[in-house]
């Protein structure tokens, strides 16, 4: 099968040495792709790089066989996203600021937004800016805006940040209900290992820039006790244990 | 061009919605009210005509292009491109199916209604308070004049806005920005008078090119050649625009 | 595609560059019609300053009412370069209603002047040749090129108002005009508020007074240039618009026109004195102030009275003298001493008496001998030649024992 998100050689190097070196990576639909690594691994990088925020040294990312770096918008057409802290206009209320996403697709309508709002429990505060939203609340925001278009592939990095355990749990249904019934293709980036491994179905761990291993979550946990093990394990495999993993 | 069309609608909503455009009514009320209460004094304290029902407009165009105009395009293209940068909404809408040019075309172009709009507002409440408080002077000919300056200012305010979107994507801060393009506005301004043969490359003479438009005789060959100096400085600002636009990384 | 993205920009930054570079440089290159009036103003200064035998200038204004003339003058300049002698003939009327005519002849020995009101000739002659007094250029002026810049930043965009239009024999017309619209309101205003004040009600009687709707409507003006670049005429003219205390609008029409005529076929003539009654003046030149030209004059004696206040009068009591026995443009010896006349012995206690060696002030205008005296004072004396006199600066003045101090010395000629 095709895959739907193809990352070839991606490389960016930042001035400090950070960034990521040479990744490729492949998903397929279907795939709940949990991207686990510790704080500082290229997570973000990964992520801002696949929905062309930044500009990759060498290596390209096709969504659906389009390039993100030449043929931007076919790439991100059935792409929803939500990187890093999500963001919204502080002055539109939190309608107006998925309106103004919602005209840049043609079948999105104020139905749609209503409909999101009520996925992501945000209905009540519909009218609201998000200037007096909490972190948790501007979270569900910004996943209610990465759903809008109903996309095939959505990327979320660290989603459940801010989210208290009700809304862990809520997003979690989400993600598991969008995969379930839309076939949507997940590619969810977190440091929360307990949280990957009851999210996602197949895992790659991300170390210092680079990509150590990708494997499904039911081959890891036939062979290791919990996904902790394994991500130990992986990376001492690779002599490079860190005390920073969590 | 549906995707353009959608970004354009999204820049003129946000632009609404922060009531800049408020803002800019109230104020260039405001210009039009104190120019009048100015000239209604003059006229009773001296015994000046001091302007007639068509040269108000005049007199408020040939006020504003150098002040309050350049300011609000200013403070909107700023707000536009620093102010999204700062508040990290510029990664909104630059996440969605929509390449970087079109959103900075769409910007720019939201910038420039902008200023058309409040043009066209300035000539309406100019005129009216010319017809309504000032001696009638007003022949057709001096009428076409008048909507004719006010529509062609739009030109060099848009070349303005371009240098000034240049700067929002050179330097970090709208606060720089905004200080840095007051010195080189007022150094302009400067240059034009020590150097005023060369003034027709300058930014800051070019804002009163609507000058050339109520002449006797219609300089038909220096207007083409001020449009085209216009043009050519629009069409380069706005590329090294994009393209440290385009480089950037959010 | 990536590759097309560079390219695309590269190409719009380029054709952008070109395109202004290329229009600014045309831009630039194509004088507007007020900088052919610059340079013809410019040109035909310059020839009349260096190149032109002889020519004859009309410098003329009026000012109108309606119609009716409130106030002109007329001037004729005749210049004649080889000769280096000019000829003014001037009439006018002021705004008052005062007639004033005048004639006056310069050239570098002679001034002559002649008025309406007195059927005398004053005639000053000089014993210096002044300098060339046809024509000076003005552009040539000390802050000629500032007023430029200031005259050229007033401007502004009103440059391109100047229309020109060529003939076939390689003269041009230039003109020019704007109507209220394109007047800058503030020149308008200012210019408005000038011409109230002129008519503000206080002057005479037939005067109109505006007090109301004051406007600059038009100003006009015509530039005719001959084909050797010389501006032959230029013509200007403003009607400022306003209203009396009964409401009658005036249109006050103010016209200047100055003409340049005779090219190298004028003829300055010097006015026949005889049989007329003269006032003759001689003197060294037009500037003759501090400079001395003739410090041999001053060799000898000069004097001035010691007085003392007695008894409500002025007495002398003796004389003060400074006899010079060498002078010239570099120094001067000489000796000063104080007489006193008998019976008054006991003023003369401040008696002074010395001799000095001055030496003139480096500063060649300056009239000034500095000298030492032997007690090691500086002091100086400074040659008057308009008056004859000398004067003394002491630095120490004293008038004890009810001397009036002078430092005034005449020559003693007798």
Not at chain 2, 182 to 198: A, D, E, R, W
Not at chain 2, 210 to 223: E, G, R, T
Not at chain 3, 169 to 189: C, H, R, Y
Not at chain 3, 402 to 413: A, N, R, V, W
Request: proline share 2%.
């Amino acid at each position: 099968m095709e895959p739907i998100i193809e990352i070839k050689n991606l490389t960016k190097q930042y001035e400090n040495g950070r960034g990521i070196k040479n990744i490729n990576l492949e998903i397929s639909e279907g795939d709940i792709f949990g991207f686990l690594g510790p704080n500082g691994a290229g997570k973000t990088t990964a992520m801002k790089l696949m929905t062309g925020l930044i500009h990759p040294d060498y290596g390209d990312v096709k969504i659906f066989g389009h390039s993100i770096t030449e043929d931007y918008e076919r790439a991100m057409a059935k792409v929803g996203c939500l990187i890093e802290i999500a963001e919204a206009y502080a002055y539109l209320s939190a309608f107006d600021n998925l309106k103004q996403l919602a005209r840049f697709y043609p079948d999105v309508d104020y139905q749609r937004i209503d409909e999101v709002l009520e996925l992501t429990g945000m209905s009540k505060y519909k009218h609201e800016k998000p200037k007096k939203f909490s972190l948790g609340m501007k979270q569900r925001l910004g996943l209610a805006a990465a759903i809008l278009s109903r996309p095939k592939v959505v990327i979320l990095d660290e989603p459940l940040n801010g989210l208290d355990v009700e809304g862990m749990i809520d997003i979690r249904k989400l993600i598991q209900k969008l995969a379930d019934e839309e076939k949507t293709t997940f590619f969810i980036s977190s440091h929360l290992i307990h949280d990957v491994e009851l999210t996602c179905n197949r895992i790659g761990v991300i170390y210092n820039g680079e990509i150590l291993n990708v494997e499904s979550t039911k081959t890891i946990l036939r062979n290791y006790a919990t996904l902790e093990n394994y991500f130990v394990s992986e990376v001492e495999r690779n002599g490079r244990l860190s005390s920073s993993v969590g | 061009m549906a995707v353009f069309q959608a970004a354009l609608v999204n820049e003129l909503e946000k632009l609404y919605k922060k009531k800049k455009a408020l803002a800019a009514l109230l104020l260039s009320l405001a210009v039009i009210v104190i120019g009048q209460i100015i000239i209604v004094g003059v006229r009773s304290g001296f015994g000046l005509r001091t302007a007639g029902s068509m040269e108000f407009p005049m007199l408020v165009l040939s006020v504003v292009v150098n002040t309050i105009l350049p300011l609000f395009t200013a403070l909107v293209t700023i707000d536009s491109f620093s102010g999204e940068f700062a508040h990290n909404n510029m990664r909104i809408t630059l996440t969605r199916p929509v390449s970087r040019l079109k959103i900075f075309a769409a910007k720019i172009t939201a910038i420039s209604i902008f200023i058309l709009a409040t043009l066209l507002l300035l000539l309406f409440f100019s005129i009216m308070a010319g017809f309504i408080f000032n001696t009638n002077s007003a022949t057709l000919d001096s009428f076409v004049r008048t909507v004719f300056s006010y529509i062609v200012s739009l030109f060099p305010m848009v070349v303005l806005a371009l240098g000034i979107v240049l700067l929002t994507n050179l330097l970090k801060s709208g606060i720089s920005v905004f200080f840095v393009s007051i010195l080189i506005f007022l150094g302009l301004k400067v240059l034009g008078v020590f150097f005023s043969q060369y003034s027709s490359i300058l930014m800051t003479t070019q804002l009163d090119w609507y000058n050339l438009f109520l002449m006797k005789s219609f300089p038909l060959a220096k207007i083409m050649r001020q449009f085209l100096i216009m043009l050519g400085s629009s069409i380069m600002l706005f590329t090294a625009g994009f393209y440290l636009f385009d480089k950037k990384e959010l | 595609m990536k590759l097309t993205k560079k390219t695309t920009m590269v190409l719009s930054f380029t054709l952008g560059a070109m395109l202004l570079a290329t229009t600014a440089i045309a831009d630039i290159a194509a004088k507007s019609g007020y900088d052919q009036l610059k340079d013809a103003l410019k040109f035909t200064a310059a020839q009349c300053s260096d190149n032109l035998k002889s020519f004859t200038m009309d410098i003329s204004y009026d000012v109108k009412d309606n119609g009716k003339t409130l106030s002109f003058m007329n001037q004729t300049e005749k210049c004649d370069r080889t000769k280096t002698a000019r000829e003014e003939t001037t009439s006018e009327q002021t705004i008052n209603g005062n007639n004033y005519s005048r004639q006056t002849y310069f050239d570098k020995a002679t001034y002559i002047r002649l008025s309406n009101d007195d059927p005398t000739y004053y005639v000053t002659e000089y014993t210096q040749e002044r300098k060339d007094m046809a024509f000076s250029n003005p552009f040539k002026e000390n802050n000629a090129d500032d007023a430029e810049k200031i005259a050229d930043a007033i401007v502004g965009n009103l440059k391109d108002n100047v229309v020109v239009t060529e003939n076939p024999d390689g003269s041009k017309v230039l003109s020019g005009s704007l109507t209220e619209v394109q007047i800058p309101s503030l020149i308008n205003a200012l210019a408005s508020f000038e011409m109230k004040q002129q008519f503000n009600g206080q002057q005479d009687n037939n005067l109109p007074h505006l007090s109301k709707d004051v406007f600059v409507k038009t100003i006009d003006g015509t530039a005719k240039i001959n084909k050797d670049g010389v501006m032959e005429s230029i013509l200007g003219s403003a009607v400022v618009s306003g209203k009396d205390e009964q409401g009658t609008v005036h249109a006050i029409t103010i016209e200047v026109l100055a003409k340049l005529t005779n090219i190298n076929s004028t003829v300055v003539t010097k006015p026949d004195l005889s049989g007329k009654k003269v006032v003759k003046n001689v003197i060294k030149n037009e500037n003759s102030g501090p400079e001395i030209s003739n410090p041999q004059e001053f060799m000898g004696k000069f004097k001035n009275d010691i007085l003392i206040t007695k008894d409500g009068k002025f007495v002398k009591v003796g004389e003060r003298i400074i006899e010079i026995t060498q002078i010239d443009q570099t120094s001067a010896t000489g000796r000063y001493y104080e007489v006193y006349k008998t019976g008054f012995d006991q003023y003369a206690t401040t008696k002074r008496d010395f001799s000095f060696t001055a030496t003139k002030s480096k500063d060649k205008n300056s009239p000034e001998y500095k000298f030492r005296t032997d007690a090691g004072i500086n002091e100086a004396f400074f040659l008057d030649e308009h008056a004859g006199k000398i004067y003394l600066n002491e630095s120490t003045t004293f008038s004890e024992g009810g001397i009036i101090f002078d430092s005034t010395f005449s020559p003693d000629l007798e």
